[in-house]
């Protein structure tokens, strides 16, 4: 099978971009074809600070290495970097009805979010995300619950072009796990995790210890004692319970059982064990990589080649039927 994903580079990568996303990656690549983008271009559609994102850039590409993929397997580039996705985002533009883009709910909550930054690109991105997957005929694409309605889009828009301009492209299929598709925020459970919300509301995967411990330890759970699994009356609980269980492999049953007649408190010390121990090796190898820019700007140089093997020969055909010369 073919797959794509991505992530954007726009600051630390989280605990819920790991699990929900990352985490299939590592168990797909080694029987499949896997290219993993930094989608800077997707980056820049929100407020950002020129000077940082190169640092985002290869800090992304650190945590990539960091949680296990590999270059010699799979092929991780810049999105940038290959010019191929900024054409295809044009030519799918124009055949993209504006109503669909605007009633897409990242375009609702993002432009909600960044009132006086509601930028046309922004408007665009599911379409630049459709050429993303489209170029490397994706069969799926492992991601977090929050981009199902993206890659919906692309099936849509992939149907689409082949009913115009003829069989083209695949109608990719989203992968999405049961349990980690969408992380909570530590601070409002009722809220994804997300790395635009306040720094304690978000295990970071490179926090150190003591602020790891410190943000499970005053994660908001309710009034009651029990850790028992209930999503809709135990939120808080529920959720830290899928963290520990994601981490540690034991279901939330078999945790649960462990924690009889244990009180929130207990459960949280142990769960902060856990997850710095699960994340002491990215903190390691990040300081590692931080020193070897070198290496990191190599692994993306070779990702660049191989990923516009692919991109160039599908522009190619997609120009051809289109009329284009
Ligand atoms: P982003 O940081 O928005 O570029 O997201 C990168 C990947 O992480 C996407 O596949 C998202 O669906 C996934 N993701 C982001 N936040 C969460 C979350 N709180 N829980 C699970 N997956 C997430
Ligand atoms: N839109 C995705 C996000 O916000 C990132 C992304 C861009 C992506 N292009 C993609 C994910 C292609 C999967 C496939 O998380």
């Not at 800090?59 to 290495?65: E, G, H, K, Q, S």
Request: proline fraction near 4%; aromatic fraction near 8%; include cysteine.
């Amino acid at each position: 099978m073919k797959i794509f994903s991505g992530i954007r580079p726009s600051g630390n990568l989280h605990l819920g971009n790991y699990l929900g996303a990352m985490q299939q990656w590592i168990k797909l690549q080694n029987e499949n074809d896997c290219v993993f983008c930094i989608v800077d271009l997707h980056a820049i559609t929100t407020p950002y600070k020129p000077g940082e994102l190169k640092k985002h850039i290869l800090d992304t590409t650190a945590v990539y290495l960091a949680a296990g993929i590999n270059p010699e397997k799979s092929v991780i580039f810049v999105q940038s970097q290959v010019k191929e996705h900024s054409e295809l985002a044009w030519l799918l533009e124009t055949i993209t009805p504006m109503g669909e883009l605007k009633r897409m709910t990242q375009f609702k909550e993002k432009s909600e979010q960044h009132k006086d930054y509601v930028n046309a690109g922004l408007l665009s991105y599911p379409v630049l995300m459709a050429a993303d997957i489209l170029l490397y005929k994706t069969d799926s694409v492992p991601v977090g619950k929050d981009q199902e309605q993206h890659i919906e889009f692309t099936r849509m828009i992939a149907k689409k072009f082949n009913q115009k301009f003829g069989d083209t492209f695949k109608e990719p299929a989203s992968m999405i796990l049961k349990e980690g598709a969408k992380i909570m925020s530590l601070t409002n459970p009722k809220k994804k995790m997300s790395k635009s919300d306040e720094p304690k509301s978000c295990i970071f995967l490179f926090d150190t210890p003591a602020d790891i411990t410190k943000k499970i330890m005053s994660a908001e759970t309710d009034s009651g004692k029990e850790v028992i699994y209930n999503v809709t009356k135990k939120r808080g609980i529920s959720n830290l319970l899928t963290i520990y269980s994601l981490l540690t492999g034991k279901t939330t049953a078999d945790l649960e059982k462990e924690f009889k007649g244990k009180g929130y408190g207990d459960f949280k010390k142990s769960l902060a064990e856990v997850v710095v121990q699960y994340l002491e090796p990215f903190r390691r190898k990040q300081q590692e990589f931080a020193t070897r820019e070198s290496y990191l700007e190599e692994i993306l140089k070779q990702g660049q080649s191989r990923a516009q093997i692919i991109a160039q020969a599908t522009m190619q055909e997609v120009k051809q039927k289109m009329g284009l010369i």
